[in-house]
């Protein structure tokens, strides 16, 4: 019965319509009774701001829900073929995964009703259910538009991951770390500020979107990851790095792209609420300086890689330093001026240049990039904060936030996502394995886990 | 002349800004009726509900527009190398055949202004044209968006047939059919419950979004085609069954995202209306709903997969699971809990899951696998309504949706469907020739009818 | 502190609940005072249109951003394997670029505050940057969605270019004619009649949504780039034509898809206003003809193909047809019937496949065929508008759009952007050189200039 048209329509009254009408009718001034209920009727009804905010977040929130097949795009495209079609699988259920569990556990865990140890534990987990449909919640927007949004964000967490320790993890144990993280590791760190817990109430740490709470979360996991399951085999000899190149750089660019459409949503929907000029104006200004900071992150990864690999500029660098740029912007997207998101998107792109070699150095193995993008400039983003804050704009009641403070934020995440992290990837390890075997790695992922090849008729191999 | 910015703007007008002015300047009492003018006036040029109301509209039918990219992503991927151009090009010109026929024919014969029949035929067909534009329409949204919304349905069943159909189907012929497909056959089954038709009125069928009125009748459309076209060259042999893998996994993996992503417009917006707190909260349950859904469908296929073929799963049947959830959830996705909504998903990722083998078994070749996805799981749907339908969302004046109603609404959209579509398939069979010569198909419709390679460079063939 | 969810929301506060409940607790007539000043915070408090308006920009620009992908990947579709991933670097560059140089002169170029040279020539160059956020723009939108959406209108200006000239282009000079095209090139066209210049005051000059100003400026440039630069070794021998078939068609028509979808926010954002019920009316009829334009483009490409080829039809063609019918209706979206939508895109369609083997008899090489699509259609667009415009819509001083209006706004576009691209094209020709050298050019620009492949494991060359 959804699209009966033209008989009657679900919910909507056309109250303005009718206001109009019994306006003129009864222009008489003993009928200002009547005029005023049928106003008072019209203006409660039209819900104009509620529907606006929640219109914020079920717009930002697909947006931010894309992302994950620009994920699935730019890792696609940076695996060998012989994994590629293992790296899609994977990003399709790692996204079900994380809808799940933040279903289950994971929601109540990052907002909780109460805490416990100083704001650093929820108490209340649970599933998530919706409030009363039919009435206007008291936050402001529509309960489940808000859930939507939620979700979204931890599947980005997760398909962070999934790009690091890519082409060397089995299905099963990876999908059991993401169900960890989604339930309980994201959350966990999302409730210290988000959450209102102790992050935000003793040190005032501010992250508008995130730059910590996803995009580094999702980094130290990964981080951890490739530390604890090791490199690719033969991507190290000595001291020498065995490139692996990308298979399919195309994908790449074009999940690139995709990621930079989405991010509008990411940021721009996390000013939570549109339904005044203020707000509204936030949120475009948001959007400005987000593509700002992407822009200075490509232009900055650009000229880094022409001065290092004298003229040539790398493409992949590129892409992660679009990526990087706007990690950078993510955890203050609006204070910023314009010309100081270029600079903050630059000097992204620029750690995401230097740090690429780095890793190698140490011998991890960041398949896709993503440390340096994720979580080197989520680092950054974060600590950049207090430079452009101004206190009118998102007041707290700890202050606003200092440069120790963002520091204990980035800290305090990086240990507890190590440690937990490290205890779920060594619990994999030693129980069902990590790993596939020497032979499945080098048949690749695809044959010897999904039975079935990423370009069967092309590959070369 | 359309973006004068600065001087003038084309229509809006802060009406708000001028009354907060008005009401400071007359602040007293013998002000009330200007006061009252200036605020019945603000009230009713914001048409806030009605704007709300047609961006649900808007945005949602983009988002359903964009699935068209999806279904050509996901054909392209699923068929083999050289024929993948003209999979391509069929979604192409699919989408435009449909556009132009629901425009000159099917829009009128869906939403009808008078029936024959019982409310089994629309009398009034003739192409679509919108009212006029300076006024409020009485329906409470802009006429455009809804034609717009309703087109992008249209398109998506044509969709449905040209995957199972794919790699032995002549361009011109299978377009013909999608004319038709466009113009009668989806358009009268519409009718039948969201055009106030037969169903609608005589069972209380119920149909959210379409999982039987979309989907299914797409996929009795492609299930009859694929019956009467017959099966791919080479790929039965007596009992044994040769597998013709798909040429691009992570495009097919695209295409499930793009997918995904669209079908938040397709539930969501088939809600109708958003312009008061009641209907966004229903549009923001049916985002959460539709995704868990999703996520049963992909966990269930990858469970089932994993046990049936000892534990590699198969990704395309992961893809196919998202999308057999999708459909699933379809036919209600605003009254199941998040829970149910689970469920609901999951079964259809089983259902599509032992539905592939056993169309097999009977040689009916479906390339892509939308039989199972949006046939059986559409009808799955469609009979779970009655479990978790509330009278109180979508009140009908032939009661409740039950399950006998919802199975006389299946039953009569498969035989209604299946014989239309068979005389239309004979037609051309006997007429034009529906399949490309056995030489054509061999060597691929891509060199055979349009003259270019799909991927020219790279095929092993 | 972006999302601390439950406790307190940025701005947004519920008025028309509080507005509710002081009505009902003051119902007695001598409140009437009381009961007005509430309805009058909250309506003026709603900021329905302004908010409404704000989102038109904020959607239509991520839709028309995400634009960039399209060209992207339609570009990296249609040119050979070993150019592919140069030519998706060329297309993130540059969007980066365009965004750069848009904020820093373009837009206070193309929307000055003060002209010199009877509205020829902005004055007031500079970076743009956004007014108070805390107050309601007296423009009736938010400043920065405004800003946004005419950045990404410049990058679609920038793309056009990227396509005609790939594969023999090297990537520096490429971007630094970006750079002016984007400061400079497209900003003078654009205000002459956006920004309310010469051809706006003197000649009643209409362009919708930038048949001439956005794709006839990108096509011009792209045709003298085409002609200096030269086309690719080995494209023409004597009289014959040597073709290159693109590399990856569903990518280019996964590019397309992507056009299309946003080309509703490039045509239907254009509208610049949404709060009314005629604004939104409009909106939606834009989405329609828009959509019915590109129907008309690609069934007239194909019918055409498949006349002069003997019933094969080219992918590649319908792919342009339907992007130029797009914008043969971008002059003017919302004027035409339905009907008229379709014939507009029809002809661009036949248009289309008509210019391109004209190019190849000039030996002008355009690689993914934009000059026909973007450059003869925009003509086409701009000159047809006077058939269907009615002046009820868009008044204008200088009275309603005529033909010989129309055509001094092509011509001056035309004279005055190969004027201006051939001294760019030319300074960089001869200071630091256009072309790669003939072995870079042989070997690809992918290993040449950025150092990797597309596809390093599939091509067979």
């Given at each position: 019965m959804g699209q009966l048209i033209g008989r009657w329509i679900r919910g909507a009254t056309l109250a303005p319509l009718a206001l109009l009408t019994a306006?003129?009718?009864?222009?008489?001034?003993d009928d200002v009774?009547?005029?005023?209920?049928?106003?008072e009727e019209a203006v409660s009804g039209s819900a104009s701001a509620y529907v606006d905010n929640s219109y914020l977040f079920l717009i930002g929130g697909i947006i931010v829900m894309f992302m994950a097949a620009g994920f699935c795009m730019l890792e696609a495209g940076l695996v060998r073929s012989k994994n590629a079609?293992?790296?899609?699988?994977?990003?399709?259920?790692?996204f079900s995964v994380a809808g799940l569990m933040f279903w289950l556990v994971g929601y109540n865990m990052a907002y909780p009703a109460e805490t416990a140890l100083m704001g650093l534990l929820g108490t209340t987990p649970g599933p998530w259910s919706g409030g009363d449909?039919?009435?206007?919640?008291?936050?402001?927007?529509?309960?489940?538009?808000d859930w939507f949004f939620q979700m979204v964000f931890v599947a980005t967490a997760a398909s962070i991951v999934s790009g690091t320790v890519a082409e060397r993890v089995k299905l099963w144990p990876f999908l059991i770390f993401t169900a960890?993280?989604?339930?309980?590791?994201?959350?966990?760190?999302?409730?210290?500020?988000?959450?209102?817990?102790?992050?935000?109430?003793?040190?005032?740490?501010?992250?508008?979107?995130?730059s910590t709470l996803v995009h580094s979360t999702g980094g130290w996991a990964a981080l951890t990851g490739a530390i604890i399951i090791g490199a690719r085999k033969g991507k190290y000899f000595g001291k020498s790095v065995n490139p692996m190149p990308g298979s399919n750089i195309p994908l790449a660019a074009l999940g690139t792209f995709i990621l930079w459409f989405?991010?509008?949503?990411?940021?721009?929907?996390?000013?939570?609420?549109?339904?005044?000029?203020?707000?509204?104006?936030?949120?475009?200004?948001?959007?400005?300086?987000?593509?700002?900071?992407?822009?200075?992150?490509v232009l900055a990864a650009m000229v880094t890689t022409a001065i290092i690999y004298k003229g040539k500029i790398d493409a992949t660098m590129i892409f992660n330093g679009a990526i990087g740029g706007l990690v950078s912007i993510t955890a203050e997207p609006l204070a910023p001026s314009m010309g100081m998101s270029v600079l903050i998107g630059a000097v992204g792109g620029v750690l995401v240049v230097?740090?690429?070699?780095?890793?190698?150095?140490f011998k991890i193995d960041d398949v896709v990039g993503a440390i340096p993008a994720h979580l080197v400039c989520g680092i950054w983003g974060t600590m950049i904060v207090p430079l452009s804050y101004t206190g009118a704009i998102t007041p707290n009641e700890a202050g606003d936030p200092s440069y120790l403070g963002q520091?204990?934020?980035?800290?305090?995440?990086?240990?507890?996502?190590?440690?937990?992290?490290?205890?779920?990837?060594?619990?994999?390890?030693?129980?069902?394995?990590?790993?596939?075997?020497?032979?499945?790695?080098e048949m690749g992922l695809d044959r010897a886990e999904i039975g079935l090849e990423a370009y069967p008729e092309f590959s070369n191999r």
């Open positions: 306006g003129m009718a009864f222009a008489q001034e009774a009547a005029r005023l209920a049928a106003l079609a293992m790296q899609t699988t994977k990003n399709v259920t790692l449909l039919s009435l206007e919640s008291e936050d402001g927007y529509a309960p489940a538009s960890v993280l989604t339930a309980f590791i994201y959350p966990i760190v999302a409730s210290w500020e988000w959450g209102g817990g102790y992050l935000d109430s003793a040190w005032g740490f501010s992250d508008f979107a995130g989405g991010w509008f949503g990411f940021n721009g929907a996390s000013q939570l609420a549109a339904g005044t000029a203020a707000d509204i104006n936030a949120v475009a200004q948001i959007f400005a300086n987000t593509n700002m900071a992407a822009v200075g992150g230097l740090s690429v070699p780095l890793l190698d150095k520091l204990i934020g980035v800290l305090l995440t990086g240990v507890f996502v190590v440690i937990a992290s490290s205890i779920i990837w060594f619990a994999l390890k030693f129980t069902i394995g990590v790993r596939p075997s020497e032979e499945d790695e």
